[in-house]
């Protein structure tokens, strides 16, 4: 196993001298995703996918790459090292967006033309299970225990929290208008869920999933109703947390213990999901409208570039080089 | 520990057994479609039911968390039968929240009926102005936009195109007559003037006649970068397109069309909505569909978050500012305090695309930049709301 690490990294280290992380996009328009050198910030490679993609993660060891082929039905898995999709996983209909379980082994995928988050096997390649959720689900969270999984729905204004082991809703929890991303704090105890249409993100803790707080957003000279909070991402020591503002072009940076706003970051047009660079210095935001991807300096909390893409990114995931 | 706190969110929304029934009723004066010289397009048979459907059963997945169930009571009126008894039986039987699809003067006749006082009316299909001014009713509330909300959406368009010389021809319906009407007032509003007019005289039989009568007709209209048609039935317009003496673009009742709603509408998740529509009715969604859908998705948003089916809180909660629904045309659907009206974008649409979502940039507002579409508050002729919600 180390062994065959090794040879990859020699291999690739001859063939591409220019070996850094990478930020993985998908292109929602383009049947594509665009390859970040982390550290150039070039695009090193684009591969086609299939037919609208939006969610994108990696297995752990980082030797797979899920993307949800909206309009294909389809989980597409990928070789990251040739771009080549190697098979399709069953997902049930217009796959939207997923989780993996840190098991490296369950994939939970929202189905948002069905109401239903399909539970999929990685390794056998089947459906264990279908679960009925409200109306569009899209977010989806997974607690690092693997305890808990939650699927927001759009229409429904709901979290839905659902027991891993006997695959049941255990809890409904209504958010404000539209939800579109569920966020696990990284030690667990506290789920974040953002509301598109609210304009808010509802704080809950985990163990009784009651409300712990709602995080509003005012930027001078944005219209409130411009404020559409959607992905949103803990900062590497789990202090901050990035909220990305939709149409308000901005990322928020939010106070994870005061849930107080900070700063706001200006990004490129439609914001959608951020990813941190894999030595965690860097955040970097798609932006849909304007097909590219803002980079943000960590420590500065200052954007340092924009690197165009292709049409409507989306989604993103990180992997970092092996060495 | 643990185990009592999943009990209690069970409690909270997860009781089926003890489910609460929520009544809605859709309540349909069918109109014998008017006559238009095209045979190509017929009149949906459930235009507008089908976006209730939909709602209800959207709304209804909720209730299954929420331990409320929803019921649509349908009663539609055929053209030739009396409307008021109909309503008025509906009532009886305990209908408080009302989805109309009615033409105005039946609209109000049944908002006026004593037993009608404390319910919840919400108009799907009139899109008089007048109903959200001088004839508005404290019961009424409407999802479909009114006319001078489309057309004030127009003009905010035509001057984002920097199109400054403008001409219209208009039909001698009613209709047309008010769309014309409100166009006028929409391009004085945003400093736009028309630099010719016409109205149409035809009554010959245009599908054959339109390739020599049409560019006679416009011939001499003064120049213009586009051309407005006051067309609300489809009668005409259709024959104009690519067949005026100067090649100009159309809007209005043809060409670029300001709509609540199409079947082009795609981005904010609406592909989502369209594709369970379709699914459901077997057809693209028009707007009248789209304001019953709204109009149900907010009775459902309104009965989720006050936990009442109440019409009077679910009203005060329709036209408060907690109100935020999600209607996928990219920003929260809210009532207005003063008139009733549902906020809403305003696509303009051609058949085949959105060209733009109005309000557009540069429309500010102190407020909210969707009041810059139809009367704001300042300039509302309805009193009926003035004792607040």
């Known amino acids: 196993m180390i062994r065959s690490i090794l040879m990859g990294t020699a291999l690739s280290l001859s063939l591409a001298p220019a070996l850094a992380d990478e930020i993985w996009v998908t292109n ?36 797979r790459l899920y993307i949800c082929a909206s309009d294909s039905d389809a989980v597409q898995v990928m070789d990251p090292d040739t771009g080549q999709i190697l098979h399709d996983l069953p997902s049930g209909e217009d796959p939207e967006q997923f989780v993996l379980a840190p098991d490296d082994r369950l994939l939970y995928i929202a189905n948002e033309d069905d109401a239903i988050t399909t539970v999929v096997d990685t390794e056998s390649r089947k459906v264990v299970t279908q679960i009925d959720v409200g109306v569009e689900p899209e977010g989806m ?64 803790d985990t163990a009784t999933q009651a409300e712990k707080g709602r995080i509003g957003f005012a930027i001078t000279g944005i219209q409130p109703e411009k404020l559409q909070p959607v992905g949103m991402r803990f900062s590497p020591d789990g202090q901050r947390v990035f909220v990305a ?54 420590a500065s909390l200052e954007p340092i570039a924009t690197v165009k893409v292709g049409r ?11 060495n | 520990m643990a185990r009592i706190s999943v009990c209690l969110a069970l409690s909270l929304f997860a009781a089926p057994a003890a489910a609460e029934t929520i009544r809605i009723d859709w309540l349909e004066r069918q109109v014998t479609p008017p006559p238009v010289q095209s045979n190509m397009q017929a009149r949906p048979e459930r235009l507008g039911l089908d976006g209730a459907r939909l709602s209800v059963a959207d709304i209804a ?96 368009f035509i001057v984002t195109k920097r199109w400054a010389n403008l001409a219209m021809i208009a039909g001698t319906l009613p209709e047309d007559l008010a769309y014309a009407e409100a166009l006028r007032s929409s ?31 416009t011939q001499d209209l003064p120049d213009h970068d586009l051309l407005l048609i006051a067309d609300e039935r ?80 679910l009203r005060s909660y329709l036209l408060s500012d907690r109100a935020r629904i999600a209607g996928f045309l990219g ?39 969707l009041d810059t579409l139809g009367p704001d508050q300042p300039e509302t002729l309805c009193t009926a709301f003035q004792e607040g919600p």
């Not at chain 1, 082991?165 to 789920?191: C, M, Q, Y």
């Not at chain 1, 030595?279 to 943000?296: A, E, P, W």
């Not at chain 1, 409507?312 to 092996?322: D, H």
Request: charged residues 20%; hydrophobic residues 45%; contains cysteine.
């Open chain 1, 28 to 63: 929602e328009i383009d049947d594509t995703v665009s390859v970040i050198d982390a550290r150039t910030l070039e695009v090193k490679a684009t591969y086609p996918t299939g037919e609208r993609p939006r969610g994108i993660t990696f297995s752990k060891d980082f030797k």
């Open chain 1, 141 to 204: 969270g997974i607690s690092p225990d693997g305890r808990i999984q939650v699927t927001t729905s759009e229409t429904t204004n709901m979290a839905h929290w659902i027991d891993t082991e006997t695959h049941k809703i255990i809890a409904n929890t209504l958010v404000d208008s539209r939800p579109r991303h569920a966020e696990f704090r990284p030690d667990g105890t506290e789920l974040w869920v953002s509301s598109e249409i609210g304009g808010t993100v509802t704080v809950f």
């Open chain 1, 245 to 298: 503002l939709g149409p308000a072009n901005h990322v928020a940076v939010v106070n994870a213990a005061t849930l107080e706003v900070e700063r706001y970051i200006l990004v490129g047009r439609r914001v959608w999901h951020m990813e941190l660079s894999p030595d965690q210095t860097r955040l970097f935001t798609t932006n849909g409208v304007s097909g590219d991807v803002t980079v943000i300096d960590l």
């Open chain 1, 312 to 322: 409507f990114p989306w989604g993103a995931a990180a992997r970092p080089t092996p």
């Open chain 2, 61 to 156: 997945t909720t209730g299954r968390f929420t331990g409320m169930d929803y019921q649509l009571v349908e009663t539609v009126i055929p053209p030739e039968a009396p409307f008021l008894p109909a309503a008025e039986a509906a009532l009886a039987q305990g209908a408080q929240l009302l989805v109309v699809s009615a033409p105005a003067a039946d609209l109000l006749a049944l908002a006026d009926l004593p037993a009608a006082r404390d319910a919840l009316i919400l108009n799907t299909a009139a899109p008089e102005t007048s109903l959200r001014g001088v004839d508005c009713r404290a019961n009424l509330l409407h999802t479909l936009p009114s006319v001078a909300m489309r057309t004030d959406a127009l003009a905010q």
């Open chain 2, 187 to 217: 391009l004085t509003k945003f400093g736009l003037s028309l630099a010719g007019e016409k109205t149409w005289p035809f009554q010959s039989d245009l599908r054959r006649a339109a390739t020599t009568e049409v560019p006679l007709f």
């Open chain 2, 234 to 313: 489809g009668d005409f317009g259709r024959y104009v397109a690519y067949n005026t003496w100067l090649p100009r673009p159309l809007a209005g009742s043809e060409g670029a069309q300001p709509l609540g709603w199409s079947g082009v509408v795609e981005q904010n998740g609406a592909a989502q909505l369209q594709n369970r529509f379709r699914d459901t009715a077997g057809r693209e969604m028009a707007p009248a569909d789209f304001a019953a859908w709204a109009a149900i998705a907010a009775l459902g948003d309104a009965t989720t978050r006050t936990a009442t089916a109440d019409p009077a809180a």
């Open chain 2, 331 to 369: 920003r929260p659907l809210s009532f207005r305090g003063w008139d009733g009206q549902m906020r809403q974008p305003i696509p303009i649409v051609t058949e085949r695309a959105v060209v733009g979502l109005a309000p557009f940039e540069g429309f500010l507002h102190a407020v909210n930049e």
